[in-house]
């Protein structure tokens, strides 16, 4: 079992950053994947941002490409993600997760373990 632990949200106004933390226990995070997702209130969860296993490939979704950065540290057992220039349609409950693998999912049905959530909100 992984368990994640996110970090970081809080409320920011457009234009300005965060970054995003999750932190896993229970076992090394090194064999799985990562992925960000986000949750806005009335919508479903949509994918943010995919990392492989040796951090060597990452994917974004359009929306945050250019402005956003997933990164880990398998030493720290911990997965980021930066957050530049926030717009208020960011505004979201923002969860990291873990798929075994390195390919590239961006489904939340194909992601294992989940966090709970870090709220962002970016106020205009």
């Known amino acids: 079992q992984v368990q994640l632990v996110e970090s970081g949200g809080g409320l920011v106004q457009a234009g300005d950053s965060l970054r995003l933390s999750c932190a896993a226990s229970g076992r090394t995070i090194s064999p799985y994947s990562m992925g960000w997702f986000r949750q806005a209130p009335g919508k479903e969860r949509e994918f943010i941002a995919f990392i492989s296993w040796s951090g060597g490939n990452t994917y974004y979704a359009d929306f945050v490409k250019g402005r956003f950065t997933i990164s880990r540290d398998n030493a720290k057992n911990t997965v980021y993600l930066q957050c530049n220039s926030l717009k208020p349609e960011d505004t979201a409950v923002y969860y990291c997760?873990?798929?075994?693998?390195?390919?590239?999912?961006?489904?939340?049905?194909?992601?294992?373990?989940w966090g709970q959530g870090t709220q962002v909100t970016v106020s205009s």
């Open positions: 997760a873990a798929r075994p693998g390195s390919l590239l999912r961006i489904g939340p049905q194909e992601y294992s373990y």
